[in-house]
């Protein structure tokens, strides 16, 4: 399964962003997540879709951030607003079938390559 994330880009705080993330097969069958890294420091969890559609947030980017998931494109996408500098990070995209937590890294096994996130002050 390939996955290919994009939207990435340089705004200014308080901006917002769009990332998209395609997935190559089976698309309905995955639960999808977003993850992050910021330079110097460990991938973390953003947020997730299941396959059911139900979402969940990291509390930082809660009420900020939404995910959504369009199963006839093969497509999830991640809707940033009120972007904060500490936001800045690669972003990435996961894909997995089986029945995990989302919120996990470890319960993903395909992986896109990242699209990094620049917000200014």
Not at 18 to 27: A, I, K, P, Y
Not at 34 to 39: I, K, T, V
Not at 58 to 65: I, L, N
Not at 73 to 99: F, G, H, I, W
């Amino acid at each position: 399964v390939q996955l290919q994330a994009s939207g990435g880009g340089l705004v200014q705080a308080g901006g917002s962003l769009r990332l998209s993330c395609v997935t190559s097969e089976n698309f309905s069958t995955y639960n999808m997540g977003w993850f992050r890294q910021a330079a110097g420091r460990e991938r973390e969890f953003v947020a997730a879709i299941s396959r059911s559609g139900s979402p969940g947030y990291a509390d930082s980017v809660k009420g900020r951030f939404t995910i959504s998931r369009d199963n006839a494109k093969n497509t999830v996408y991640l809707q940033m607003n009120s972007l904060k500098p500490e936001d800045t990070a690669v972003y990435y995209c996961a894909a997995d079938s089986r029945y995990l937590s989302v919120r996990k890294i470890s319960s993903y096994l395909y992986w896109g390559q990242g699209t990094q996130v620049t917000v200014s002050s």
